[in-house]
C-alpha cells in the first residue's frame, strides 16, 4: 500500500506542476494579447519557449519517476 500511495504521489506532482505552468503562461499570454494585439509575434514565441521547457519538465520528471520505482 505504501509502494502505491508514493508512486500516485510523486506521478501527480510529476504532472501537476507542469499543468500549472501550462495553465499560468496561456492565461499570461491570451491576457498580453488582449491588451497588445501588435505583439502577437514576440509574445507567441515567448509562449512556445516557455510550454516546450515545462513539457521538457513533465517528460523528464515521468522518466525519473519511472527510474525511481522499477524494481
Known amino acids: 500500500m505504501g509502494y502505491n500511495l508514493s508512486l500516485i504521489l510523486v506521478f501527480a506532482c510529476a504532472i501537476l ?3 500549472l505552468v501550462f495553465a499560468a503562461s496561456s492565461f499570461a499570454s ?3 494579447l488582449g491588451r497588445n494585439p501588435s505583439a502577437a509575434p514576440k509574445i507567441f514565441t515567448a509562449m512556445i519557449i516557455s510550454l516546450v521547457f515545462a513539457q521538457s519538465l513533465a517528460i523528464i520528471a515521468l522518466l525519473v519517476a519511472f527510474q525511481a520505482f522499477v524494481p
Open 17 to 19: 506542476g507542469p499543468c
Open 30 to 32: 491570451i491576457y498580453a
